[in-house]
């Protein structure tokens, strides 16, 4: 019982390099979500998918672009690395039933990522 | 704007102790949901509650106690008799119910709480 599998879980990159994340969820969820925590900071929401082949900007989207090719996997790209992107990135996935109920989000394990 | 404010950054408190930990949120909408969540140590993100705005009722599981309260826009979380386990950074969240921005996630900043022996 998988649920979100984020991976890597580690990485470190110099300054420029690119990158992608990949998450992937096996429980069937419409939505996904990418954020990123820093000290202090809770949870930023980056981009957001709703759906296979669309992507949304969130809060905080500069620096990053984002793919949902298909339904169970949301990749988050660096294209050019800064150390302002050294964070914790979660991925995570829920579903919302056309009768209402709001399903919670289930969360990834997180990405460690330094940016030197 | 959806804003979430948990104004406790820490607490520390002896075993057994009751904590509480403060939620405040601000939204227009009329419709939305409120969630707990609980970030222990190894850093994984642990659902515990949610609560939609037309339930007001305070809810009990075990040792942990939810207060919500529309009037003053506070979704409060109590730890009962508190142990070290219980150490953890949790997070107060918000999401709206529909339209475009559906199911997006308002984080609060976290409050650390450290249960000492």
């Known amino acids: 019982n998988a649920g979100v599998t984020q991976t890597p879980k580690f990485r470190v990159l110099k300054t420029g390099q690119s990158m992608t994340l990949l998450c992937a969820q096996d429980?069937?969820?419409?939505?996904m979500y990418w954020y990123r925590q820093d000290p202090g900071m809770g949870l930023r929401l980056i981009h957001y998918s709703v759906g296979e082949g669309t992507t949304a900007k969130g809060e905080v989207p500069d620096g990053y672009n984002v793919s949902r090719l298909k339904k169970q996997n949301f990749l988050l790209g660096l294209e050019s690395a800064a150390p302002s992107q050294t964070s914790v990135y979660f991925c995570?996935?829920?579903?919302?039933?056309?009768?209402?109920?709001?399903?919670?989000?289930?969360f990834g394990d997180g990405t460690r990522l330094s940016i030197l | 704007a959806q804003k979430v404010t948990q104004a406790q950054t820490e607490i520390s408190v002896v075993e057994k102790e009751d904590v509480t930990l403060d939620c405040v949120y601000e939204?227009?909408?009329?419709?939305?949901?409120l969630f707990w969540y609980k970030q222990p140590p190894s850093g994984e993100l642990v659902f515990l509650i949610r609560?939609?705005?037309?339930?007001?009722q305070n809810e009990i599981s075990g040792r942990y106690s939810w207060n919500f309260q529309k009037s003053t826009s506070s979704f409060n979380f109590t730890i009962t008799a508190s142990q070290v386990v219980d150490s953890a950074v949790y997070f107060c969240?918000?999401?709206?119910?529909?339209?475009?921005?559906?199911?997006?996630?308002?984080f609060g900043r976290g409050t650390q709480l450290t249960v000492w022996p």
């Open positions: 609560r939609n705005s037309f339930d007001e």
């Open positions: 939204t227009r909408d009329t419709t939305y949901y």
């Open positions: 429980m069937n969820h419409e939505y």
């Open positions: 969240a918000l999401s709206e119910a529909r339209g475009s921005t559906l199911g997006r996630l308002y």
């Open positions: 995570a996935s829920s579903y919302y039933p056309r009768d209402g109920g709001h399903q919670p989000q289930h």
